[in-house]
């Protein structure tokens, strides 16, 4: 029988969880937010925003930047999340299923239209789009959060606004 892993909270000084709490209080609102634009459901926006909350926890002394680190961890998780979707959808429409499990309508039918036009691009191009449209950061911002040069946000972001528009006209 294996032994449970101990709780990373119970092993950790005070004034480490102290941080810890007053950086999650901050930032929380606005990493769920990040992450809904990013995949089909609040609920696994939460979700996947409290695992990067717990990686960032378990390697809060190495880290430099926690807010910078937090959220490059929920982009990348969001991403990851969004390819398997796509592969998902894919196979779906190979078995000849109609029905897209990850649709997602707000009411509004121009909100609800631009939405699902987002929501269509590469997972890449998306999160590019997200984060200089929504959190208005800078291209070498976005290259330092998707580890990726400053050449291929440009490239990523002009060919999903391309496509952007080509969909809405």
């Known amino acids: 029988m294996s032994k449970p892993k101990a709780d990373p909270v119970q092993n950790a000084p005070p004034d480490v969880v102290r ?6 209080a901050d930032t929380r609102v606005a990493m769920v937010r990040l992450a809904s634009l990013l995949v089909a459901s609040r609920a696994e926006a939460e ?22 680190f937090l959220r490059t961890l ?9 390819r398997r979707q ?3 959808r894919h196979k779906l429409q190979v078995l000849g299923r109609r029905d897209d499990p990850f649709a997602v309508a707000s ?6 239209e631009t939405v699902a036009s ?11 789009v997200v984060l200089r449209f929504y959190e208005d950061m ?3 911002q976005i290259a330092a959060a998707l580890d990726c040069s400053v050449a291929t946000v440009r490239t990523r972001l002009h060919r999903a606004l391309v496509e952007l528009r080509r969909e809405i006209e």
Do not use: K
Request: charged share 35%.
């Open 47 to 68: 979700e996947l925003t409290q695992d990067a909350y717990i990686d960032l926890f378990r390697q809060w002394d190495e880290v430099l930047n926690p807010a910078g």
């Open 19 to 24: 941080s810890f709490n007053e950086l999650y």
């Open 74 to 82: 929920v982009v990348r998780r969001c991403t990851r999340s969004r």
């Open 86 to 88: 796509v592969t998902e």
């Open 107 to 112: 009411g509004e039918p121009e909100l609800d």
């Open 138 to 140: 800078s291209h070498s």
């Open 118 to 128: 987002v929501r269509r691009l590469t997972p890449e191009r998306r999160a590019v």
